[in-house]
């Protein structure tokens, strides 16, 4: 099994969620050799069972796993899925060695061939936070990480209905993301082979152009398809009206919807705070004035209470609507961790 994950070069697309992971990945789905699955939440949602489930290979376990699976919240989203589960259930079972790592191979393979692809991934978000993690269960693996002018990946997460509706931790989390995925890159001896970054306003700008790096990354043809992607109503996901843009022809009307939808000390707050990365990726900041370094201050206040009020709401719904494992947070102990690492992904 080992060396099937080893010889395997699934496409990963991550980046910090509203940086246009989602229309990448409906792009790349458009392409007829790829498949990838839409947010598999492999370490945010599918390891939350394993405190539950620790071990795959006891009898009954994988039926307990499957009976466990639709509680989770990511998990709900997924549409379309029921014969792909239906198959990685069926080739689960009959492992000798069954894992949440082999469920996980499994769930993305699956897709791929049943679509008739011969490239298989995933799209979540999240998974910026875990490449070291990933390159270890797939030393072939292709990283495309998008990365979205933080002004406008803020503005774009305030109108999430499951998002804070306060500035500072969403360009806090941007700011972590984007550090992660870059921190990653230099750790590679050969970058170029195994991590692309692409920006959003460059997909929108000049998609096809785009998209031809991108397939040349990949060692796969451009295709022109790719760019009708918004003519496929065959989606992965349900429920998510956030995701609803991407049945529309790209444009670029969205890229500086910030300087309306952001006041100028809630602008002036975002760029002190992702300062170092604006400066590194080259976005400009905006001509500043005394008086907004003046207002970011009181700002700063109000945020920071908006944030409040939206941790005592998140922490009120998961006591009304507790999910398996949700008592593991929003992100893995450093002990479960410790525990996936040491199990050699096997």
Not at 25 to 44: K, Q, S, T, V
Not at 71 to 81: N, R, T
Not at 221 to 228: F, G, I, K, N, T
Request: aromatic content about 10%; hydrophobic content about 40%; charged content about 25%.
């Amino acid at each position: 099994m080992a060396d099937i994950f080893k010889n395997r070069t699934p496409i990963f697309v991550v980046g910090a969620a509203r940086s246009g992971t989602t229309l990448m990945h409906r792009m790349l789905n458009a392409h007829p050799d790829i498949a990838l699955m839409d947010e598999a939440a492999f370490f945010e949602g599918i390891l939350k069972l394993r405190p539950v489930l620790p071990d795959l290979r006891g009898p009954g376990a994988v039926d307990r796993f499957f009976e466990l699976l639709p509680k989770i919240q990511h998990v709900q989203h997924w549409s379309g899925m029921d014969d792909v589960l239906a198959e990685v259930r069926s080739r689960l079972a009959s492992e000798p060695h069954p894992s949440y790592e082999r469920f996980y191979f499994l769930l993305m393979d699956v897709l791929a061939r049943q679509n008739g692809a011969s490239r298989c991934g995933d799209k979540t978000p999240e998974n910026v936070r875990y490449l070291d993690e990933l390159r270890a269960m797939f030393p072939r693996c292709q990283i495309i990480h998008m990365i979205r002018d933080p002004r406008g990946n803020v503005a774009s997460r305030l109108k999430l209905e499951w998002a804070s509706d306060d500035i500072v931790s969403n360009a806090v989390k941007w700011k972590l993301d984007t550090r992660a995925g870059r921190r990653f890159a230099r750790s590679l001896p050969n970058a170029a082979e195994s991590y692309l970054e692409v920006r959003y306003e460059e997909l929108v700008g000049a998609p096809e152009a785009t998209l031809q790096r991108v397939c040349g990354f990949l060692g796969e043809a451009y295709r022109p398809e790719m760019l009708s992607f918004y003519r496929s109503k065959a989606v992965l996901f349900k429920n998510e009206p956030w995701k609803d843009t991407t049945f529309a022809p790209v444009t670029t009307d969205y890229i500086e919807t910030w300087r309306s939808s952001l006041s100028r000390s809630q602008i002036s707050l975002i760029e002190q705070i992702v300062a170092p990365e604006m400066l590194e990726l080259g976005y400009s900041r905006s001509p500043s004035r005394p008086a907004d370094l003046l207002a970011a201050i009181p700002q700063l206040a109000r945020e920071l209470a908006t944030w409040t009020r939206h941790k005592r709401r998140e922490r009120q719904r998961r006591r009304d609507q507790p999910e398996v494992g949700f008592f593991v947070g929003n992100s893995l102990t450093a002990k479960m961790l410790q525990q996936f690492r040491g199990r050699g992904h096997t």
